[in-house]
């Protein structure tokens, strides 16, 4: 079946970075759109990022912009988040998710999620 695993998250100061990664597996992800979106406490979950699995097109949320990229690499199916610059804000527990559709921003949208990896930002 299809799984992804986060992985990566912790606790870090503000300004710092992190690294998060989803490994895909169970099918081929050709045609997928692979995004990121992130819940912190009390709050819904909020779109971060997205790539199709051919590393194509790219769209992140404002919040975001200039500071989180997203990556893959097909060859590892895996995605990445490399987060700098990191805010209390941030603190979230991020999660990854796979679109069908091939592309998406809605949670509603992606068909399969991981467990999620905690991202804890100190001030």
């Known amino acids: 079946q299809v799984q992804l695993v986060e992985s990566g998250g912790g606790l870090v100061q503000a300004g710092g970075s992190l690294r998060l990664s989803c490994a895909a597996s169970g099918r081929t992800f050709s045609g997928y759109a692979m995004g990121w979106f992130r819940q912190a406490p009390g709050k819904e979950r909020e779109f971060v990022a997205a790539?199709?699995?051919?590393?194509?097109?790219?769209y992140y949320a404002d919040s975001v912009k200039g500071r989180f990229t997203i990556s893959s690499d097909n060859a590892k199916n895996t995605v990445y988040l490399q987060m700098n610059s990191l805010k209390p804000e941030d603190t979230a527990l991020y999660y990854c998710?796979?679109?069908?559709?091939?592309?998406?921003?809605?949670?509603?949208?992606?068909?399969?999620w991981g467990q999620g990896t905690q991202v804890t930002v100190s001030s």
């Open positions: 998710a796979a679109d069908s559709t091939g592309w998406g921003t809605r949670s509603s949208a992606y068909d399969y």
């Open positions: 790539i199709t699995w051919s590393g194509y097109r790219l």
